[in-house]
């Protein structure tokens, strides 16, 4: 997640980059199990050995690989029969200019004073006004002789849920499954950020597998190849083998014939 800017026509316009998928469905809810209608998707990549047993037995079970690193539930006003476990969830569900509330966490501030955390104008710098300049003041009255809950006061800023709502989609990356968000985003770069947007969601099947699955047939095809190569190769081997032995032998055999004549001319001589 970072930020760039993009021209349209003479105008400028500030967009954050949001890497939104390849997301997989791993659990769908409807009324009768869960009593609520939702859907649950995975997205990223993370080392199976960080992973719980149960999450990666929930996760293998769906999609057949366990290093899944996040897990959102989203609600669905209407049971989508398009949605089942192991499709896929892309960029192309969105299209630029469409209008979405996007979700995150907000960078964490540590603890600060009001000026910077509630905008507090502060004292004015004059004569007399000793280290005043940025105090709260007054946080109550004095009958009840107690501050009341919400009274604006230093403490810690950030590091909470941010929902931006109304943003606009400016133009969508398909290759790279990239979205250009007009102006600034709720998070820190690398954090997870949860965009929902109006309109029917689209699913894909999941191309990966498919592609894993091809792979695999391919690597068993080229297996058996190289098996069968090398038998081959073997049995030609063997073949040459017997063959020469049974040259030699046959030379031997020539030899031993050849002696036994020539002993038989030497007898008949004497």
Not at 97 to 118: P, Y
Not at 168 to 181: A, G, H, K, P, Y
């Amino acid at each position: 997640m970072k930020m760039t800017q993009i021209w349209q026509g003479d105008k400028v316009i500030p967009c954050t980059l949001v890497q939104a998928g390849p997301c997989f469905v791993t659990q769908i809810k409807n009324d009768k199990s869960d009593s609520y209608k939702a859907v649950q998707i995975s997205y990223g990549e993370r080392k199976s050995k960080n992973i719980s047993k149960s999450v990666k037995g929930h996760v293998k079970k769906a999609l057949g690989r366990e290093d899944v690193r996040y897990l959102r539930e989203f609600r669905l006003k209407e049971d989508n029969s398009n949605i089942e476990i192991g499709k896929m969830i892309d960029v192309s569900t969105f299209a630029s200019g469409d209008i979405v509330d996007v979700t995150g966490v907000s960078k964490g501030k540590g603890f600060q004073g009001v000026v910077r955390r509630h905008g507090f104008s502060g004292s004015k710098k004059t004569h007399g006004n000793k280290d005043q300049l940025r105090a709260s003041g007054s946080v109550g009255p004095k009958g009840p002789a107690h501050v009341f809950k919400g009274t604006k006061m230093g403490g810690r800023m950030g590091n909470d849920r941010v929902t931006t709502k109304n943003m606009e989609i400016v133009d969508i990356d398909l290759e790279n499954n990239i979205i250009f968000v007009k102006g600034a985003v709720p998070g820190a770069t690398n954090s997870l950020v949860i965009i929902k947007g109006e309109g029917e969601l689209l699913v894909k099947d999941n191309v990966k597998t498919e592609k894993v699955k091809e792979t695999k047939e391919e690597v068993v095809e080229n297996k058996t190849e190289e098996v069968e190569n090398k038998t081959e190769e073997k049995a030609e081997e063997k073949a040459e083998e017997k063959a020469e032995e049974k040259a030699e032998e046959k030379a031997e055999e020539k030899k031993e014939e050849k002696v036994e004549e020539k002993k038989e001319e030497d007898s008949s001589k004497k």
